[in-house]
T-cell receptor, first 114, second 111 residues
């Protein structure tokens, strides 16, 4: 299957700093990527759909000024958590697919804000 | 309101038995449904997709059924092994390759 990578796998930052997470499709091109957040013992919650060359589409309740998404190329989408606070601590996962209806997930990024 | 439920938060079964996990949904009309496996601290791994016009799909020891009348999907693992222990998530399509995930069932296969 297709391979999606994320970097970094873990990040610890101080409250008020911004954190950038990268999502790459390694062996295919993805015009669309998805960003999810997962809190402990909970399921994945879709945050936004990242579209190459255009603005991301955010789910209801997700602040677009706080979670900045840039999909600058067909293999890279970035999520920047602006001015992170402890409540933003979570597991962030991206997904992409090279075929309709098949999504491949990255390994996730564990963000801890102190 | 829209809801996705998976039969239980945790399920323990004996090695060699068949594990059956349930996904029920309300107020969705998915064209297809997927099942994923997620290990702790990792992203989900795609297992199977089943479309609304398919009753059953198989892949090795895995079998998925989809009943759009009952609004339910069943996920079976036959001849279960301890290595099958993980959290299993169902996901419903809601248009534009957009999915909504169930809460997951944590399966433990005991040796």
């Amino acid at each position: 299957g297709a391979v999606v990578s994320q970097h970094p796998s873990r990040v610890i930052c101080k409250s008020g700093t911004s954190v950038k997470i990268e999502c790459r499709s390694l062996d295919f091109q993805a015009t669309t990527m998805f960003w999810y957040r997962q809190f402990p013992k909970q399921s994945l919650m879709l945050m936004a759909t990242s579209n190459e060359g255009s603005k991301a589409t955010y789910e209801q309740g997700v602040e677009k000024d706080k979670f900045l998404i840039n999909h600058a190329s067909l293999t890279l989408s970035t999520l920047t958590v602006a001015s992170a606070h402890p409540e933003d601590s979570s597991f962030y996962i991206c997904s992409a697919g090279d075929r309709p209806y098949e999504q491949y997930f990255g390994p996730g990024t564990r963000l801890t804000v102190t | 309101s829209q809801k996705i439920e998976q039969n239980s938060e945790a399920l323990n079964i004996q090695e060699g038995k068949t594990a059956t996990l349930t996904c029920n949904y309300t107020n969705y009309s998915p064209a297809y449904l997927q099942w994923y496996r997620q290990d702790p601290g990792r992203g989900p791994v795609f297992l199977l997709l089943i479309r609304e016009n398919e009753k059953e799909k198989r892949k090795e020891r895995l079998k998925v059924t989809f009943d759009t009348t009952l609004k339910q999907s069943l996920f079976h693992i036959t001849a279960s092994q301890p290595a099958d222990s993980a959290t299993y998530l169902c996901a419903l399509e809601r248009g534009g390759q957009n999915f909504v995930f169930g809460p997951g069932t944590r399966l433990s296969v005991l040796p």
